[in-house]
């Protein structure tokens, strides 16, 4: 007998940024949404709010409380911060762009973005960065927090810790999981029982979440 589900959780990407539009490392700079963001927040809303969440968890960041503040105040819920949810951090690489053969490169050019592995497969990280492995570890402290609660939990985050959320929820190397396409207010959303996470939907726009609307959904798809 299958286990019986505990709650839903939708994981959505913020909007469009100015760092987005470099593109650049932002991490945890907190950077101001692009007039494409603009354009994009309010769809992100809505389709939070049709999703008719239960509670709204956010990264501490601007660029995801512009979407969780405004999706909790139409719904007379108050969006909470999640340290967990946070981008992660690039150390000394915050700001970097990429170089003429697109790629991430650290001051010194001793490191390259994403980080590469060291022979025992652990990342090799820049001076004061996040390690992938870090990344994951906050990940799972975040899918721990969820099994406690029950309903619908509605995430607003960023585009690296949602790819550590799945290495997290689903194991694997985050060589694989790095590499997965998460634009810009797309959403995923996951089942949960006592045992572990199932993806639902990967890579919603707005208006897919907004037309599966506030009803649960009705087949778990296993990684």
């Known amino acids: 007998m299958a286990d019986p589900t505990l709650g839903e959780v939708l994981f959505m990407r913020h909007p469009h940024t100015v760092a987005n539009i470099g593109p650049e490392l932002s991490g945890r700079t907190d ?22 969440p239960d509670r709204i968890w956010t990264s501490p960041l601007s660029r995801c409380h512009r979407v969780s503040d405004a999706a909790a105040e139409r719904l007379a819920l108050t969006a909470q911060d999640q340290d967990n949810l946070i981008e992660l951090s690039f150390g000394v690489m915050e700001g970097v762009k990429p170089d003429a053969q697109g790629r991430y490169v650290s ?20 001076e004061g960065a996040e390690t992938f492995e870090q990344g994951v570890e906050r990940a799972r402290a975040l899918l721990s927090q969820l099994q406690e609660v029950r309903g619908r939990t509605a995430c607003v985050a960023h585009g690296g810790i949602m790819r550590c959320l799945l290495c997290a929820a689903y194991g694997g190397s985050m060589r694989f999981f790095w590499h997965m396409d998460i634009p810009n207010v797309s959403s995923v959303i996951m089942r949960y029982t006592a045992t572990g996470f199932r993806i639902r939907a990967f890579g919603l726009t707005p208006e897919e979440v907004i037309a599966r609307g506030g009803a649960p959904t009705t087949s778990a798809t296993p990684w």
């Open 31 to 52: 950077v101001a949404l692009s007039d494409k963001g603009e354009e994009q927040r309010e769809r992100a809303v809505e389709a939070i709010c049709a999703w008719q």
């Open 107 to 126: 001051p010194d050019g001793q490191v390259e973005f994403p980080w590469h592995f060291d022979d025992d497969g652990r990342s090799i990280v820049a």
